[in-house]
């Protein structure tokens, strides 16, 4: 599948929902939706955020494509976007949060890339001609 | 955005009647969560059992509404659906709240 949106804060929604039909569509699990869209999240949240820093109105696309392995899925995305490069042009670490820490210290954010690492392979941030492209697989029940 | 706050006994429970925490509501849920949690200085429980979707923002969103929280006080969770569990077992961030099954099990037991 090919997904078009315009950066805004319904984006993200709007292309879950749309994910989530198509994929229930060709009769995913719900357990392997619920990975699908943990991650997209992530990344859509990043885009309207990061890339495009709050401003509405620019370009995301997203493709999808499924295959068949056994009887789970392999699932591949590339998402772009024209907004700003990721910072030094790399994909943040996304270590895990420090949990043995006093409530005051505990941290509120930083989980996102944490998540999408650890729910996908092949991940890869590239950058040319003004667009990012963030692309990865994942390997779904 | 639909957040709600009841008694029962000595419990305060606020439930999330809304299906998802994202970034769309985390910050007017951090918000809100703070009015209601200074209503008591015992225990909080928070019931999600409305809501099918959490992500790193709403996360965050819990975890900032428990640091509001005075003195040592734990928010406890309950009614985890399966994306919401799978998301704080996968950070380790179910580590750092009491989660209850549901709020039968909230109100029925006293934590230590």
């Known amino acids: ?16 929902a749309a994910v989530r039909t198509a994929f229930l569509a060709r009769d995913m699990s719900e357990d392997a939706i619920s990975s699908v869209q943990m991650v997209l999240a992530e990344a859509f949240n990043n885009v309207v ?4 820093g709050e401003v509405p109105g620019g370009w995301i696309e997203l493709h999808a494509a499924l295959e068949r392995v056994g009887s789970g899925w392999s699932a591949r995305f590339d998402l772009y976007d ?3 490069a990721m910072p030094d042009d790399e994909l943040p670490a996304g270590l895990p949060a420090e949990v043995d820490v006093a409530t005051q210290d505990l941290p509120e954010g930083g989980f996102g890339w944490f998540l999408i690492r650890e729910l996908t392979q092949d991940l890869h941030y590239a950058r040319s001609d003004g667009h990012n492209h963030l692309s990865f697989r994942m390997v779904l029940p | 955005m639909n957040l709600t706050s009841s008694t029962i006994g000595p419990i305060v429970v606020i439930r999330m009647a809304e299906s998802r ?3 769309t509501v985390a910050i007017q849920f951090k918000d809100e969560m703070r009015v ?4 008591s200085n015992g225990r909080v429980v928070l019931d999600l059992s409305a809501v099918e979707f ?3 923002s709403g996360l965050g969103a819990v975890v900032a509404a428990m640091k509001q929280m005075d003195g040592d006080r734990r928010l406890e969770l309950s009614g985890l659906t399966p994306t919401v569990d799978k998301v704080f077992r996968l950070t380790r961030m179910d580590t750092i709240f009491t989660i209850h099954t549901d709020l039968d099990a909230a109100t029925a037991t006293d934590p230590a």
């Open chain 1, 1 to 16: 599948m090919i997904l078009t949106l315009t950066s805004g804060p319904e984006a993200a929604r709007q292309g879950l």
């Open chain 1, 49 to 52: 955020e990061h890339a495009y």
């Open chain 1, 82 to 84: 024209q907004g700003r």
């Open chain 2, 21 to 23: 925490i994202d970034a």
């Open chain 2, 36 to 39: 209601l949690t200074q209503a």
């Open chain 2, 54 to 56: 959490i992500d790193s």
